[in-house]
């Protein structure tokens, strides 16, 4: 008989509590000496270093132009605005609200698309019956790192006369048949926030192919002046400091690595969860790599045993985070729901929002507490008849 689950009165899995994610930095010691040159050079933004990281991210994703902004959001914004994008945007509501603030800081209307049951991406062809006649673009978003249809949603976008974009909040080690995300579309923008890959404090870099849009964009990041003190362009300070971009190159130096281990890390949550009825995992197209931003399980209440809601109180008695991204989906917070009038369905974002649940992921934790996790939740898994008897919800 094993110990009976914290929620029902044994002692947790964890002394200390397991963290559902946070960064990992380099130390201060490799990065000393850049950031004296920043300041002793008095260049603390926009400058050498911001230069730098934005060839070195348009190297590794093979796209020709990088630009970096102070956020992904502001990228967002001033990627819609520098397109001079109209009328209305379909983004999916599964996703970070941050998606959808970008195209309300434009005053464009958001229309909502329903996602994928597998990918948890947006899907096409609820894209392709969402088009009306003002509808000028699509965001897509690459969920959880798992880039979405991108081919298809280029062949709707081209058919149908619209702007494309991502948001590749996610994105940083995505790769796509094959090719690193950030190159697709009319542009793509990557955060690098805390919980993101690659971090710089805090920041975001815009990815495109298209040379004017990059010259748009670098006026855009500067308020709109374009050197002339005579704005064209209704633009953000949206600039990177020095010293964030030194953060930034000195992490993704470390992406590849900590992709890789990412990925093994998420291996290792199916193979040990498989065998526990009621869980399943988003599904990564043959061909393509998850950042493995998130890891995130699917749970079916009447098979595991008990909901989402329930689980997650069970396993925060065990000292394990978690969090349910993305829940409630976009067109049902409070700031959203007047944009959402029901005429596409939203059925499975709904279903997939209610009951999926965020597990203990980041690129320097340990094999072993991954083990220890999926112990746990098989421990709660074998006593879902008393939780849900022991009257504690
Ligand atoms: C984090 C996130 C953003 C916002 O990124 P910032 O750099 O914090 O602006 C946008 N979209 C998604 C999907 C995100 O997860």
């Not at 603030?101 to 948890?120: E, I, M, Q, S």
Request: aromatic residues 8%.
């Amino acid at each position: 008989m094993k110990d009976e689950p914290a929620i029902l009165g044994g002692s947790p899995v964890f002394d200390d509590t397991v963290v559902i994610t946070k960064p990992t930095l380099p130390g201060a010691d490799e990065l000393i000496e850049q950031i004296e040159t920043v300041l002793s050079s008095g260049m603390i933004t926009t400058s050498k270093f911001v230069r730098n990281f934005e060839e070195k991210v348009s190297e590794y994703i093979d796209v020709k132009h990088a630009v970096a902004v102070n956020s992904c959001t502001s990228g967002l914004i001033l990627i819609l605005k520098a397109l001079g994008v109209e009328g209305e945007v379909l983004i999916p509501s599964f996703t970070f609200y941050a998606t959808a603030h970008a195209v309300r800081w434009n005053g464009l209307k958001p229309v909502f698309v329903d996602c994928d049951r597998g990918t948890y991406n947006i899907d096409p062809e609820e894209v392709e019956k969402a088009i009306g006649p003002k509808t000028s673009a699509i965001i897509g978003v690459h969920l959880f790192g798992n880039p979405c249809a991108i081919d298809r949603l280029e062949q709707i976008a081209t058919k149908h006369n619209l702007r494309l974009i991502f948001d590749s909040a996610h994105g940083f080690g995505s790769r796509f048949h094959g090719s690193s995300v950030g190159g697709s579309g009319d542009a793509e923008s990557f955060s690098l926030s805390p919980t993101k890959l690659i971090t710089a404090g805090e920041g975001g870099m815009v990815t495109t192919n298209d040379d004017e849009l990059a010259k748009k964009l670098k006026i855009a990041r500067n308020y709109g002046d374009g050197g002339t003190y005579d704005c064209e362009l209704l633009g953000l300070n949206a600039r990177m400091p020095e010293i964030s971009a030194i953060l930034g190159i000195s992490c993704l130096e470390k992406l590849e690595e900590n992709v890789k281990h990412r990925n093994r890390l998420a291996e290792r949550y199916k193979q040990n969860l498989s065998g526990i009825a009621g869980l399943s995992f988003q599904e990564i197209e043959n061909g393509n790599r998850s950042s493995c931003k998130d890891f995130t399980v699917l749970i079916n209440a009447d098979e595991f045993g008990m909901d989402r809601d329930i689980l997650s109180e069970a396993l925060s008695k065990e000292n394990i985070s978690t969090r349910k991204y993305f829940y409630p989906p976009v067109h049902q917070q409070k700031l959203y729901t007047k944009y959402y009038d029901g005429r596409n369905s939203l059925a499975v974002t709904e279903e997939i929002s209610s009951n999926v649940l965020s597990l203990p992921l980041y690129s320097h934790l340990e094999d072993n507490i991954v083990d220890r996790v999926c112990e746990a939740i098989e421990g709660i898994h074998e006593f879902s008849e008393e939780i849900s008897d022991s009257k504690v919800f």
